[in-house]
């Protein structure tokens, strides 16, 4: 008999409550990091190189990461990324307890924790599908995801108020749950198929970007998801809409922050109970346009109600195209790709939001902050119209089920 939810997989359990604390860990960290990153140096610009000093070894080490994900275990893979994780962070507990913390390093920590991520995500992506039934990995993405989510809004909430207490509290926090993580995902038990052993070569490490390439399915959403961040980069300006629109202090754009991850974590708990099971192209399309116009929306209100609704909507919305195109990616994918895949996925999301942000910055910049926010989300519509027409297969596209041809 089928187990209803993944929640009654032993498995999926054990799975999924190590991402949680392993989420829990890094969003807190996230926190302390920057925090303490200002308080050494009290630059802006510090603080920012931060972020890159994680983002340029992620990205360096993607497509590498892909291929090793599809060469060896990955549960493995997993366990040794979050030990290496703590390990990390112990390197920033050991330097407040001895008072040798300095910029260096934590860039230099922040660099490890990049290229260590860089493996650990495509290997959570692809080992999902190996320990849930196929007709349960929609409610099994959803679940994921709003466990993700859940710790965005809790992570960094619980982090600043650890760091009252001290950096090497929140550091020590954060290795603990990395450490919890692991023993968690040390009960976990799957059959692991090893595959022939492929040498590196151009070919099998770009080999994801080409089954993307020539899969229209893959392609549409995988596109359709990143060109939607790209230009509905709306959050990236929430400081300057709070302050000079909406007049209001650090309590409102608390708000305006949280809404969009607790419209995400609301959808997410309901396609994980009511997973969806017809039309799921049109759905997506629908989905992604929604998101477009709450865009439009929050680029248009000078209320703060209004605009906290917008960002509700514009989170659950988003988070409806998330499920149904991280769980067709991972339905139409051999499993020997999965992490190549998993791992190019990665770099066009990753690289959407960042330059999102940036591409919201420079727009904001040249014809201010409502213009900018408002042709975003005109854009975001554009792309659906347009992805409708020329990926006609994903708009057609019936169920969740994997070889669909319609």
């Known amino acids: 008999m089928e187990i209803a939810s993944p929640l009654k997989n032993p498995t999926f359990l054990c799975f999924w409550l190590g991402q949680i604390a392993s989420s829990f860990a890094f969003q807190m960290l996230v926190v302390g990091i920057g925090w303490q990153m200002y308080e050494l140096t009290n630059s802006a ?36 990324c979050r030990l290496l994780m703590a390990a990390t962070i112990l390197v920033l507990v050991l330097g407040n307890l001895t008072h040798t913390i300095s910029a260096a390093m934590i860039y230099a920590c922040s660099a490890v924790l990049g290229a260590t991520r860089a493996f650990e ?23 994921m995801a709003s466990a ?8 960094p909430a619980l982090g600043g108020l650890i760091y009252l207490i001290g950096a090497t509290t929140l550091y020590a926090t ?7 993580s692991f023993l968690v995902l040390l009960r976990l038990r799957y059959e692991h198929k090893a595959p022939a052993r492929a040498p590196v070569t151009l070919e099998s490490l770009f080999g994801g970007m080409n089954f993307i390439r020539r899969n229209p399915v893959i392609l549409g959403s995988i596109s359709l998801d990143m060109f939607a961040v790209l230009l509905g980069g709306a959050t990236a300006l929430l400081p300057i ?89 991972q339905l139409e994918t051999p499993d020997d790709m999965r992490g190549r895949v998993s791992a190019a996925n990665s770099i066009f999301i990753g690289t959407s939001n960042q330059l999102g942000e940036f591409e919201s910055g420079v727009t904001a910049a040249w014809l201010g902050v409502v213009p ?35």
């Open 121 to 143: 995500m495509p290997a959570t992506q692809a080992l999902l599908p190996n320990l849930i039934a196929p007709s349960l990995l929609s409610r099994a993405v959803a679940l």
């Open 148 to 155: 993700r989510e859940a710790t965005v809004i809790a992570g």
């Open 372 to 406: 900018a926010i408002v042709i975003g989300g005109l854009g975001t519509l554009l792309v659906v119209a347009l992805w409708m027409k020329y990926f006609p297969t994903l708009t057609q596209r019936q169920t969740l089920e994997a070889g669909e041809n319609t």
């Open 241 to 329: 809409v709070a302050k000079d629109i909406l007049h209001t202090g650090p309590w409102g754009l608390g708000l305006l922050r949280c809404a969009p991850a607790l419209g995400a974590v609301l959808m997410s708990i309901y396609l994980s109970r009511r997973p969806l099971t017809r039309n799921v192209g049109k759905i997506m399309f629908s989905a992604v346009a929604v998101f477009g116009v709450a865009t439009i929306a929050f680029g248009l209100s000078s209320n703060l109600f209004l605009s906290l609704s917008a960002l509700l909507l514009l989170g659950a919305s988003d988070m409806v195209s998330v499920v149904i195109r991280s769980t067709l990616v």
């Open 45 to 80: 610009l510090n603080l920012g190189l931060v972020g890159l000093a994680q983002f340029l070894p992620q990205l360096a080490l993607t497509l590498v990461a892909g291929h090793t994900v599809d060469q060896y275990n990955r549960r493995v893979i997993i366990l040794c």
């Open 174 to 180: 954060s290795v603990a749950c990395f450490l919890a």
